[in-house]
């Protein structure tokens, strides 16, 4: 029995496991997780062909001042080709809402309710907040949303005013209404009762909450979109779903890695025992790299790291079952580990470099889910590859030469 | 065992379920989700117990009433539409508050039928950029026949996949790609270590007959088959019945091609091998003639 080898596997093993440990908390710390997982929304939105570079770049201004009102922190918002725009919102707490003040074009009209000419656009605005009264009977006016219009808004407005005002001299003549138009929807029509000379108009009815009139308040101050843009994905996940599916899917994982440890102890005894420590160092490898890459992420890619635990297994089952053939053939145990893994190495080798290309593919041709998927599958592999013929061997050959046993069986044969 | 030597028996087995798959792919082709066909999914949970036939009903005030509803657990309800816009969702949402009572949307998608297309299109150009990828590196690293023979076996396992998709009509939606194509992977290295196998035994004794050496590789590498494919399917089952049902698609296409890959690994791989060879041979004996 040679202690220093025995004492050397037992560092290494406390030194791979209390670095796991150490490694738990900041990895839950800095762990960026996908829509699916934390909730969030996921919209693509697309401009007709026509639309120019200037459109699109104004189009993501405009949405990004929009998400910026809405309040979320992270959000993510880029060109993609040509005319299509992805804006993903990890963590808003309201999902639809999002999506609809996402997608408004936002095209504000005030249109003179006799002549039905066009009076006052956004573009002539200078500020838009909501507001509340309190006082207001009808509680369809309660919440407002308050305009400012700027210099050039403020004289168009009085003239108009004014004009309406000579013009149907009777009080409650609906001529004098002027129509409040927002994407060709009429959203009121309120009668001129005086000249508004002071640049100040509002927009009341149909707002049953505070928070719809803010929303169309950040639309308005964000302006109008340049092009239309047409919504043609969208995924919102609400965080309750988010957090199952978060909940359910480390089940799955305990629930799956346990059950792929315990067949490896029962099956191949010792190297199994050092199979489930290289599967923590593994682990550890995975996601350290993962978390390094400020990688997303998502239900596929726990998937894909689960399937790559598989993989990792795969690595040591080839291996361990040349070492049990090898001992079958009579070879001494050390001679059985050097010839086991050398031979092993190759058939693992051509193995995962096929698996590699597959993952390859779906990491150039996948969606954005397919590629999270195929990422930690990929890195899944590399890492397995790694931990098995350095790792594994690193430590059967140290437990074979500390002479703890010459038992092979304990070896699987 | 005699694999080799049976290999009729293994071909049959494996018609006797990719035939019906086939007919089934021409007569009824797969149940496409939103994802491929294009359309509305939301998922929301009432407060209240709700029926399918009351959610049908209120849906059916709006003209909605073709939409696919699947009910499950705790009063969550998944609804499929046609294309609607976000008025339109909304629209829909405020009836079923109205109708049902309280509501909670937990997930929502709209597919635009764009999209749909573009991922048929990409899914399918993945797929034969990988076949010629892998039918060159496995040239390279071994010969053109073990090439063939390996994707004979994957298109085995696709096939059954698909196949018993389209049979039992379950739905597919863009993670059936991913899924595809991750058997494809598994399936391969399947068949990698056995092939692996096989050359370096051929290396070892070139005097004994082909189909011995075939089937001792087959025989030498049974163990490590099976365990892997124990492993993984530990992790699917897992995954399955623990993991929620936004992947459960995804997991139940790769439980179905990986045990076909193990299988064809086995039992198709190496006897197509084995006739690619015997094909050529004889060709070689009636040219010499």
Do not use: C
């Not at chain 1, 927002?182 to 509002?202: C, E, M, R, T």
């Amino acid at each position: 029995m040679r202690w220093e080898k025995l004492i050397l596997v037992l560092i290494t093993v406390v030194i791979v496991a209390g670095l796991t440990f150490l490694a738990l908390e900041p990895f839950q710390k800095n762990v960026k997780l996908g829509l699916d997982l934390k909730g969030g929304v996921l919209v693509r939105l697309e401009a007709p062909e026509n639309a120019t570079d200037e459109d699109m770049d104004k189009a993501i201004a405009i949405i990004d001042n929009r998400v910026n009102g809405l309040g979320v922190t992270e959000p993510e918002i880029r060109r993609e080709g040509n005319n299509r725009i992805l804006v993903e919102l990890p963590g808003v707490e309201n999902p639809e809402e999002a999506v609809s003040v996402i997608g408004k074009t936002a095209l504000l009209e005030f249109k003179r309710v006799d002549t039905l000419e066009t009076v006052i656009t956004g573009k002539d605005l200078k500020d838009a907040k909501e507001g509340m009264n309190p006082n207001e009977p009808d509680p369809n006016k309660v919440n407002f949303v308050g305009l400012e219009l700027n210099s050039e808004g403020a004289k168009k407005f009085a003239e108009v005013t004014r004009e309406l005002i000579e013009k149907y001299s009777n009080d409650d003549d609906p001529n004098r209404a002027i129509a409040i138009f927002l994407d060709n929807q009429l959203i009121s029509a309120p009668l001129v009762q005086s000249v508004i000379s002071n640049g100040q108009a509002s927009i009341s009815g149909g707002f049953s909450t505070l928070e719809e009139a803010h929303n169309l308040a950040v639309l308005l101050r964000s302006g109008a979109l340049p092009v239309e843009l047409e919504i043609i994905e969208k995924r919102t996940v609400g965080p309750k779903l988010g957090q199952d599916s978060l909940v359910k899917s480390k089940d799955a994982a305990i629930y799956g890695i346990a059950a792929i440890l315990v067949f490896m102890l029962i099956y191949y005894r010792l190297p199994g025992l050092v199979a489930s420590f290289s599967l923590v160092l593994y682990s550890l490898i995975v996601w350290s790299i993962l978390i390094w890459m400020k990688a997303t992420i998502t239900l596929p890619g726990i998937a894909g790291f689960l399937l790559s635990v598989g993989m990792a297994v795969d690595a040591n089952i080839i291996i361990y079952e040349r070492l049990k053939e090898e001992l079958k053939n009579g070879k001494s145990l050390r001679a059985a580990i050097d010839a086991g893994f050398s031979r092993a190495f190759w058939t693992i080798f051509d193995a995962n470099v096929t698996t590699l290309i597959a993952a390859a593919v779906l990491i150039y041709f996948g969606t954005s889910s397919i590629r999270g998927f195929a990422l930690t599958l990929s890195i899944g592999i590399l890492a397995s590859m790694f931990t098995a013929i350095t790792f594994t061997r690193f430590i059967l050959r140290q437990l074979a030469l500390s002479n703890i046993t010459r038992n092979t069986k304990l070896y699987g044969a | 065992m005699d694999f080799v030597g049976k290999r009729k028996i293994w071909y049959l087995l494996s018609l006797l379920i990719i035939v019906p798959g086939l007919f089934s792919l021409a007569i009824q082709g797969l149940n496409f989700g939103i994802d491929f066909a294009g359309g509305n999914l939301v998922q929301v949970q009432f407060a209240k117990e709700v029926t399918t036939e009351g959610v049908r009903n209120a849906l059916s005030t709006i003209s909605l009433k073709d939409s696919a509803i699947q009910a499950s657990e705790n009063n969550i309800f998944i609804i499929k539409t046609k294309v609607m816009e976000q008025s339109e969702q909304d629209k829909m949402v405020k009836t079923l508050e109205k109708e049902m009572g309280d509501l909670e949307i937990l997930r929502s998608e709209k597919v635009g039928p764009t999209i749909g297309k573009e991922l048929r299109r990409a899914g399918l150009m993945a797929l034969i950029i990988a076949i010629i990828l892998m039918i060159i590196y496995i040239t390279i690293r071994f010969e053109f026949k073990f090439a063939v023979a390996a994707i004979v076996a994957l298109l085995h396992d696709i096939l059954v996949t698909v196949g018993i998709f389209s049979l039992l009509q379950i739905e597919v939606d863009s993670a059936f790609i991913a899924a595809i194509l991750t058997i494809f992977g598994y399936s391969i290295n399947d068949t990698i270590v056995i092939f692996d196998r096989i050359r370096e035994n051929m290396k070892k004794t070139k005097k004994i007959e082909l189909t011995t050496i075939v089937n001792n590789s087959i025989m030498q590498t049974l163990a490590r088959s099976i365990n892997t494919v124990l492993t993984v399917l530990f992790v699917l089952f897992a995954l399955y019945f623990l993991g929620g049902e936004t992947t459960k698609i995804f997991v139940l296409a790769l439980l179905i091609g990986i045990t076909s890959g193990a299988y064809s690994s086995i039992f198709t791989a190496s006897p197509v091998w084995i006739d690619l060879r015997n094909m050529g041979k004889n060709k070689f004996i009636k040219a010499k003639a």
